[in-house]
């Protein structure tokens, strides 16, 4: 059985790290990305 475990106010911290490994990326993982497609159009 899985291991259920909450924060004070009631949230299921196991289902909040499951629904955020299924988002896709994070914010800074996007500012990442556009700061590396930004630099290689200057590039040109």
């Known amino acids: 059985m899985e291991d259920k475990r909450f ?3 009631g949230t ?3 289902e ?3 629904k955020n490994a ?3 990326l994070t914010y800074n993982q ?3 990305l556009l700061a ?3 630099m ?3 590039e040109k």
């Open 7 to 9: 924060t004070i106010t």
């Open 12 to 14: 299921d911290i196991n």
């Open 16 to 18: 909040v790290k499951r």
């Open 22 to 24: 299924k988002s896709g």
């Open 30 to 32: 996007v500012k990442q």
């Open 36 to 38: 590396e497609k930004y």
């Open 40 to 42: 290689k159009e200057r």
